[in-house]
Each structure stands twice: as C-alpha cells, then as structure tokens.
C-alpha cells in the first residue's frame, strides 16, 4: 500500500497504516453500503496532533490533556463525497463532516 498525496507523491505506507487504512475503507462501504472498491484513497498522512485535535476519537468526553499523539490522517471519497478518518494505535474512527 502507498500513500498518496494531493500533488501526485506516492510513498510505501508502514504496515500498521496500511491496516488503519483498511479498516477505514471497510468501515465507509459498511456505512455507505457500498462495495469497497468504490472507496477511492484520496490522501493518507502520518501526522503529529495534539491529542484535544483528536475528538473525533473520543466517544463522549473531551480530554483536558496538553498531550501530543502519533496518528493516521485518512481522506476517502465515494461518488464525489470526501470523508475523514484518523487512527491512532489499531483504532480508526470516522470524524463527522462540518455541520454534524
């Protein structure tokens, strides 16, 4: 697996990214109810947040900490929609669109 960026770069992603990156592909055709295969990779990064940029990894409470974390940022697209994953450890979670 490889990771894509928006002006044509292509890199070999880490294994633990290509599982994350799996996860969320079949999480969205799950949802969406749609084959995997028309989950197109639009963009995968590895990237350092502060954990609080995080939320959409948290279920119901919000973190006070002042703490950094390694992640996964993933951008999917089906049928023209974009939708964005992030990953941290062997968790992937789908992060609501502005306006959810």
Not at 60 to 84: C, H, K, N, T
Request: glycine share 8%; charged share 20%.
């Amino acid at each position: 697996m490889f990771k894509f960026t928006p002006g044509g770069t292509v890199t070999p992603l880490p294994f633990s990214t290509q599982s994350l990156l799996e996860q969320a592909r079949q999480d969205l055709a799950d949802r969406l109810d749609v084959a995997v295969e028309r989950v197109e990779v639009v963009e995968v990064n590895q990237t350092e947040l502060a954990l609080q940029d995080w939320q959409c990894l948290m279920d119901s409470f919000a973190v006070e900490l002042p703490a950094v974390v390694m992640g996964v940022e993933i951008w999917l697209r089906v049928d023209g929609s974009l939708y964005r994953y992030v990953g941290h450890g062997r968790q992937v979670r789908l992060c609501p669109q502005s306006g959810e």
